[in-house]
């Protein structure tokens, strides 16, 4: 697991290292429209590895930006969703994906958009 450092120089610098990479950003994106199964994560990041994928939920889920939740039940039933702290996130990963798309728009990279409709966001 990557550990925290007990100090940071910058507030940046402690988000990058919560959040950085290849993949945590895709994750906390796809929850936050709701609960997800892993398979449902998976399929919603093709590219991502299972392991992959396990490893970062359980980086996400040790920095308190995700929960998992077992259901005993057989075959067991495993959900995932940002937590209040992951939550707080959901503003700077809209205008995260905002920003992408104008700067995509300005350089003719051909995008989906991230959801099909800002409105979710702007309606708060």
């Known amino acids: ?9 910058c507030a940046i610098d402690l988000v990058i290292n919560v959040i950085g ?4 950003v895709l994750i906390l994106w796809n929850l936050n429209e709701g609960v997800k199964r892993f398979n449902e994560l998976k399929r919603s990041l093709p590219n991502i590895t299972q392991k992959m994928l396990t490893q970062q939920l359980r980086e996400l889920e040790e920095h308190g930006l995700v929960e998992r939740t077992v259901y005993q039940e057989v075959p067991p039933k495993v959900e995932y969703s940002t937590t209040e702290m ?31 409709t800002y409105d979710f966001m702007e309606s708060e």
């Open 86 to 116: 992951g939550k707080k996130l959901q503003a700077t990963l809209f205008e995260m994906c905002k920003w992408g798309d104008e700067y995509a728009e300005q350089k003719g990279i051909g995008m989906n958009r991230c959801w099909t």
């Open 1 to 9: 697991m990557k550990q925290l450092n007990p100090e940071y120089q």
């Open 21 to 24: 990479g290849k993949w945590k």
